[in-house]
């Protein structure tokens, strides 16, 4: 029995030894790509559009890890509320109550980014700008004071409002 056991040590000790040889063999390409995978959030300044009377200067969360773009219900006239059969789920996979959605455009430049949103009370935000928005401004950059992102040849910045 002991023979076995002192075998499977050292089966174990080989396959360790392996494990960290090829850990000190990653490449750098690959370790880049992983830090860029990071999840990344911004409070940011923008222009929220309802309609042509009514638009709000807000601060928002920008936020790569989020699903969905979400809103505080308090912030959408109910006018423009909707019924939605949607479902989320926050990462501890608890359920958010929606109260529905709605459809809003984000005023940057002269230019509108139509953007649909989750209405709901559970986030600690008022707006989340998750993977919808992030999506429609897929080749943005982070500077130290915003984000800046060019859609047809207009360019957005996004201010931060703290990092």
Partial sequence: ?????????????????????????IPDDFLNVLTQITLKKYLIKLTLVFSKDYKLEIIALFDTGADLNC?????????FL????????????????????????????????????????????????????????THYKTKHNCIISKINGVRLVFPFLER
């Fill in 1 to 25: 029995m002991s023979k076995i056991e002192s075998q499977t040590d050292s089966e174990d000790q080989t396959l360790e030894t392996h494990v960290l040889s090829n850990i000190k063999r």
């Fill in 82 to 137: 909707q019924t939605t059969s949607e479902r989320l789920f926050v990462i501890n996979n608890s359920k958010l109550h929606l109260l529905g959605k709605t459809q809003a455009s984000i005023l940057n430049n002269g230019f509108y980014l139509k953007n649909f949103f989750v209405v709901t009370n559970d986030i600690n935000h008022t707006i989340i700008l998750g993977t919808p928005f992030i999506d429609i401004s």
């Fill in 71 to 79: 809103i505080k219900e308090r912030v959408v006239p109910k006018r």
